[in-house]
């Protein structure tokens, strides 16, 4: 899998939403209903023109796209260089509706994004601290055990969690 930029100028937004919208239908879903709170704020940032510091990313195998989410960039108080956050975490609608759906899918569909997100952190938008905010009760296990797993590790330099965000340090 690859973690990739999705914008209209690279047709990948065009193409998640025909994909997605596709997806809702075979479940019999309407697509217009499909992650409100998440996929309007995603729209303007993936129809404007691209920068550097902000973007929509996706989680993209061959034929599918898994996730996506946004990443922005920025210097924060209390913070030595930039932080990368990384917000609206929206999985693809087939993890949402189907039934064959396991609980591996959905590991490696977030540690897919997370090991992109990192990648973006040290190359793209190079941020030695990276925020990732929670959506779901799914991602808060994930992390919680990612969390717990990394603690005492030599792998980042601190890694905690408070609330719905897990805080990274490199």
């Not at 990648?119 to 990732?132: A, C, I, R, T």
């Not at 905010?133 to 055990?145: G, I, L, M, V, Y």
Request: glycine fraction near 6%; hydrophobic fraction near 35%; include cysteine.
């Amino acid at each position: 899998m690859e973690f990739i930029r999705v914008s209209v100028q690279n047709g990948h937004w065009d193409s998640l939403l025909n994909q997605w919208e596709e997806s809702c239908t075979e479940f019999d879903e309407p697509f217009s209903d499909y992650a409100t709170g998440s996929l309007p704020i995603l729209r303007p940032l993936a129809e404007k023109d691209q920068v550097n510091s902000s973007g929509v990313f996706a989680l993209k195998d061959d034929s599918r796209y898994h996730g996506i989410c946004q990443l922005n960039s920025a210097h924060l108080k209390g913070y030595t260089g930039k932080v990368l956050r990384v917000r609206h975490i929206v999985h693809a609608p087939r993890y949402d509706f189907s039934v064959d759906v396991e609980l591996d899918d959905y590991a490696t569909l977030l540690s897919g994004i997370f090991k992109g997100v990192i990648d973006v952190s040290n190359e793209e938008m190079h941020s030695p601290d990276v925020k990732f905010h929670f959506t779901s009760p799914a991602e808060r296990q994930f992390f919680t055990e990612f969390n717990t797993a990394l603690k005492g590790h030599k792998v980042f330099d601190k890694v905690d969690m408070a609330g719905s965000w897990l805080y990274i340090k490199k």
